[in-house]
């Protein structure tokens, strides 16, 4: 079955993904954050970029970046992914946060996503 992706904005066809990137990774430049945390961010905004553009993945979220509800959509689906892949939360979340550092500041979104659980230390493991 295919569907045809209509953006909820009329007109707007998204911003392209690699210039959502780039604004981005300006972003990262002038924020007085350490490197290594500007290094994981690029990283994992890549990483979620390159995950979009799979063709396993490319028609499901073709509305990643056209409005809330794919943006949200493609993130939560991404975010199952890590976690099936046997990323630690603390990773996942990481990569949410690029994510979310992304779409604002690359796309002009502000997203909402749920964060993977991290068990306190100490905490008993099931």
């Known amino acids: 079955m295919t ?11 998204g ?5 959502a990137l780039a604004r981005l990774e300006a ?4 924020c007085a954050l350490s490197a290594n945390t500007v290094k994981a961010y690029r990283r994992q905004a890549r990483a979620y970029l390159t995950w979009l553009a799979d063709p396993q993945h490319a028609a499901e ?13 493609a993130v939560a689906a991404w ?3 890590l976690l099936a892949g046997g ?12 994510v979310a550092l992304l779409y604002e500041h690359g796309a002009s979104m502000r997203i ?6 991290v068990p306190r ?3 008993p493991r099931h």
């Open 121 to 123: 230390p100490g905490a």
């Open 87 to 98: 990323a630690s939360p603390a990773t996942v979340n990481q990569g949410l946060a690029a």
């Open 27 to 30: 972003h990262l430049n002038r």
């Open 61 to 73: 979220q073709a509305d990643a970046f056209l409005d809330h509800i794919g943006a949200e959509a």
């Open 112 to 117: 909402k996503t749920k964060t993977a659980r």
């Open 3 to 13: 569907a045809t992706i209509l953006p909820l904005r009329g007109g707007v066809n």
């Open 15 to 19: 911003p392209d993904p690699a210039a």
């Open 79 to 81: 975010r199952r992914a």
